[in-house]
């Protein structure tokens, strides 16, 4: 899965892989705090066997490997444990362990992805890895528009996240479950998160700092209605939130956002309409995405920016 050549992890990239694809979703807002790219490498502060580590990480120059530079604490700092739970990181984010190619086979027979699927051939579906900062994201995105969701997640992470300066900069990690679940609603509308999404947060916040809810749960179902069901379970997630993340942090690959907004611009541009396909319509399309819907749907993002 990885090994250390030049005082750097290198791990990998199966095929195919377009760094260049990927890099330029992550780089779809100017106001994303959890990373920062400059020069084609992406700088990320992980939280990662009990610590915070600062890396750096970019692309062989024929895509055949992602190399990650361990920057703060140093390479040699690090332990064993660490160095493998920053490439298991890194493997999740770029969901380096799906096979690809039923999905592109299934997009060639298909008129409305075959277009997307070629433009954008090699791009992965960049994830969440952190079960907290998945429902967190999906919570804060609920009916409102991307812009401000990046701005309150913002506020978020930079009042109540962990951080490390390195030359000039601040590098921020999500808060942790116990911090959130630590606060008065009153903290987060002070955001201007609403009441109920200062609620929500704080409730899911607890579950996970008391136990009760986790990936490493979640993922043991092996049945996607059930882990669809466990999340619906939850206040304040409903079938877009609970799809969401299975579909950025739990990878099941069948998750399909129906009710997205941005789903069906993108089916909207790609079909040339003037009005969006109502979701009969998008159930009939997403007919002959069976087991590929997760995937889809991203490619079909894509097309937005």
Same mark, same amino acid.
């Given at each position: 899965?990885?090994?250390?050549?030049? /005082?750097?992890? =290198?791990?990998?990239?199966?095929?195919? @892989? %377009?760094?260049?694809?990927?890099?330029? &979703?992550?780089?779809?807002?100017?106001?994303?705090?959890? &990373?920062? =790219?400059? +020069?084609?490498?992406?700088? !990320?502060?992980?939280?990662?066997?009990?610590?915070?580590?600062?890396?750096? #990480?970019?692309? *062989?120059? +024929?895509?055949?490997?992602?190399?990650? /530079?361990?920057?703060?604490?140093?390479?040699?700092?690090?332990?064993?444990?660490?160095?493998?739970?920053?490439?298991?990181?890194?493997?999740?984010? @770029?969901?380096?362990?799906? +096979?690809?190619?039923?999905? &592109?086979?299934?997009?060639?027979?298909?008129?409305?992805?075959?277009?997307?699927?070629?433009?954008?051939?090699?791009?992965?579906?960049?994830?969440?890895?952190?079960?907290?900062?998945? #429902?967190?994201?999906?919570?804060?995105?609920?009916?409102?528009?991307?812009? @401000?969701?990046?701005?309150? !997640? %913002?506020?978020?992470?930079?009042?109540?996240?962990?951080?490390?300066? $390195?030359?000039?900069?601040?590098?921020?990690?999500?808060?942790?479950?116990?911090?959130?679940?630590?606060? *008065?609603?009153?903290?987060?509308?002070?955001?201007?998160?609403?009441?109920?999404?200062?609620?929500?947060?704080?409730?899911?916040?607890?579950?996970?700092?008391?136990?009760?809810?986790?990936?490493?749960? #979640?993922?043991?179902?092996?049945? &996607?209605?059930?882990?669809?069901?466990?999340?619906? %379970?939850?206040?304040? =997630?409903?079938?877009?939130?609970?799809?969401?993340?299975?579909?950025?942090?739990? %990878?099941?690959?069948?998750?399909?956002?129906?009710?997205?907004?941005?789903?069906?611009?993108?089916? !909207?541009?790609?079909?040339?309409?003037?009005? !969006?396909?109502?979701?009969?319509?998008?159930?009939?399309?997403?007919?002959?995405?069976?087991?590929?819907?997760?995937?889809?749907?991203?490619?079909? $993002?894509?097309?937005?920016?």
């Amino acid at each position: 899965m990885w090994r250390e050549a030049e /005082r750097m992890l =290198i791990v990998p990239l199966p095929q195919p @892989f %377009r760094y260049a694809h990927n890099l330029d &979703y992550l780089q779809r807002s100017t106001n994303e705090c959890l &990373y920062h =790219i400059q +020069d084609g490498a992406i700088y !990320k502060l992980l939280p990662v066997a009990g610590q915070n580590v600062l890396i750096a #990480l970019e692309t *062989a120059a +024929d895509d055949t490997a992602l190399h990650i /530079r361990l920057i703060e604490p140093s390479e040699g700092a690090q332990s064993a444990e660490t160095r493998a739970a920053i490439a298991h990181y890194v493997w999740a984010w @770029f969901d380096l362990g799906t +096979d690809l190619s039923p999905f &592109y086979a299934m997009a060639a027979r298909d008129p409305i992805l075959e277009p997307v699927a070629d433009s954008f051939h090699g791009l992965r579906l960049m994830g969440i890895p952190d079960l907290f900062e998945a #429902l967190s994201w999906g919570i804060i995105g609920q009916q409102i528009n991307l812009p @401000f969701a990046y701005t309150l !997640k %913002r506020r978020l992470v930079e009042q109540f996240g962990t951080s490390l300066t $390195w030359e000039g900069r601040t590098f921020w990690a999500f808060p942790t479950p116990e911090r959130i679940a630590a606060l *008065a609603p009153e903290d987060l509308t002070a955001l201007q998160f609403t009441r109920s999404k200062a609620d929500y947060l704080i409730g899911v916040a607890a579950l996970m700092a008391d136990g009760a809810l986790s990936k490493e749960h #979640l993922l043991s179902l092996r049945d &996607y209605p059930q882990m669809e069901q466990t999340l619906l %379970r939850i206040r304040g =997630i409903g079938p877009w939130t609970a799809n969401y993340v299975l579909m950025r942090c739990l %990878r099941w690959p069948s998750a399909f956002p129906l009710a997205d907004v941005g789903l069906h611009n993108a089916l !909207k541009h790609v079909l040339q309409r003037s009005e !969006k396909p109502t979701l009969p319509e998008i159930r009939r399309m997403a007919e002959g995405w069976a087991g590929w819907e997760a995937y889809a749907t991203f490619y079909l $993002w894509r097309v937005l920016y």
